[in-house]
């Protein structure tokens, strides 16, 4: 159970979950559980038997809503087994520990029941978007930070966030989980670096609807459409212009905002993509190698 003086937790409150990494005492949970608490001992652990541990933020990424604590004094708290989010198939069973409501312990189970939902999490001037895993095991406001679990009690998720419904109540059976690959890959570059790099294109672009592509002839109605290009970026020395049209990059669809931010940041400072899409003079495709930002 990870208490944050004065933090936005799960759901408004101030207590969220994590779980243990390393022999170290490092853990790992939400970022928007303790975002708001900066200053010195306001945060603490409670580990499973009611013993409670201070704890410092060693650093966090409101991008992909991951933050590594450090318990300065672990104790005999062990780390938890880590699987692999990739090896997950859907309709597998998963359990998800945490602290739902402040009932610390609390066990609830499911099954996976999607893959590569977007979703976004965090305050609306600090969002993140993430790619994550849906699954029906209950989850409610404390969860936040808490491990997901396949059958052979590994971490494949950090469950994150729930649905809302048309009121302030989370909608049943519906959890999502960043995936412990993306979770374990930032964590890793906090503890080895103080930071998270991030993908960098240089563009701005807006969604292309329906009803735009109507509106103003466009030979798509899905996808986005490139309002600017920053010069001497990624993209300006890729050859991508203000008025493309990017539909795909690599083998994924891209038909909105979201869909290209998840993408970018799924990749690291480097790689390359392929993007293809369509411009005036018909289709294009461009390799596109990420910088950082």
Known sequence: QVNAQGGSGAGGGATGSGFVVDDKGHVITNNHVVADATGTGEIEVVDHQGQVHPVKIVGRSPVYDIAVLLVEDPGNLRPAALGSSQAMRIGESVVAIGSP??????????????????????????????????????????????????SRGRVIGINTAILRGGGAVGAEGLGFAVPINLASDVARQVLETGRVRRAFIGIQYGDVTPEMAREFGLPVERGIIILAVQPGSPAARAGILRGDIITRMDAAAITSMGDLRRAIRERAPGQEVAFAGVRPDGPFTVRVRLSEQ
Do not use: M
Not at 105 to 116: F, K, P, R
Not at 123 to 146: C, E, R
């Open 101 to 150: 409501l402040g009932l610390s312990s609390t066990v609830t189970s499911g099954i996976v029941s999607a893959l590569d939902r977007p979703v976004t999490t965090g305050t609306q001037d600090d969002s993140s978007y993430i790619n994550a895993v849906q699954t029906d095991a209950a989850i409610n406001p404390g969860n936040s930070g808490g491990p997901l679990l396949d």
